[in-house]
């Protein structure tokens, strides 16, 4: 069989990386395609329903494909992810002249966050500014932007967005994962030394490599295998891998969604069946 994959095309070097990893796998006596998305809620639709053989998921989508599977009494196997899609944190940023010293000092303030379907940006922060008693909405006003809906935050200009919102002054604080907010210094969008992290959520994992159960477990076992055997020192590889944002990849593990799990129940993204229940989110 042909191992067909899908992957959502956020950016035009999709195209590039999983070209270059379908040259690589049938090079490797795999035989692979791949096709892409608009956006991952389709996505995830034919990877339950069996027409596609594997996903990569965003952490999101795992999500919603892990409940639509169950729900169907189906199962999906998180094959691999990338060494980078591990230990994550997202932060919660305040200007470096602000007079805020505590999560608490945010009541009754402004915070920005990503797209409403931003795992890293707006839901997992969102949800844990609620744990410190400010709810979203309530205690603590939120400016949403909502740039590159149904791509799960994979198009970070939505949390650019609100890092210049918070650099403008129209908010007290942004939200946005730690490797952007990086990012953001380095590119000028946050001028070197003008922030300060307010608070960091716990670590969480981000994207996998999802595989359905109509997938042999041979061949399975054979994509694995492959995917975890490619090496940063092949030529043919790392500038993929530089594209891509890894290293190494590594065995998927489920044990880093425990708090968008949270996330989504809290904000009603999606229901314990997997449907969008999420009010307004048009991809």
């Known amino acids: 069989m042909t191992l067909v994959m899908g992957a959502v095309a956020y950016d035009p070097k999709v195209v590039t990386i999983w070209g270059g990893f379908r040259a690589w796998l049938i090079e490797h006596g795999l035989p692979f395609d791949f096709v892409l998305y608009s956006h991952y809620e389709r996505q995830v639709e034919d990877l339950v329903a069996g027409r596609i053989d594997a996903a990569w998921n965003s952490p999101l989508a795992w999500i919603r494909a892990r409940r639509l599977a169950e729900a169907a009494d189906r199962r999906l196997t998180p094959l691999v992810m990338r060494d980078t899609d591990r230990d ?5 940023v305040v200007r470096s002249d602000s007079p805020y010293k505590d999560v608490a000092d945010l009541k009754g303030e402004t915070v920005a966050v990503g797209a409403v379907d931003s795992p890293q940006a707006t839901l997992i922060p969102s949800s844990f500014l609620a744990g410190r008693g400010l709810r979203p909405g309530a205690e603590v006003a939120i400016r949403r932007f909502d740039v590159g809906v149904g791509l799960h935050g994979d198009h970070i200009g939505g949390e650019r967005d609100a890092a210049r919102a918070l650099m403008a002054g129209e908010v007290a604080a942004a939200c946005m994962i730690d490797a952007n907010h990086l990012l953001f210094g380095r590119e000028g969008t946050l001028a070197a030394g003008s922030t300060r992290v307010l608070a960091q959520t716990a670590p969480f994992d981000h994207c996998n490599m999802s595989v359905g159960d109509t997938v042999p477990e041979e061949v399975m076992r054979r994509f694995g295998a492959l995917l975890l055997s490619m090496s940063y020192a092949d030529p043919q590889v790392r500038p993929l891998f530089d594209l891509e944002g890894l290293t190494v990849w590594q065995p998927g593990r489920t044990s880093g969604y ?5 996330a989504v129940d ?4 999606y229901d314990g069946q997997g449907a969008v229940t999420a009010a307004g989110y048009a991809p």
């Open 88 to 92: 994550l944190t997202s932060v919660i």
């Open 266 to 269: 809290e904000s009603g993204f």
């Open 258 to 262: 425990a708090a968008l799990e949270t």
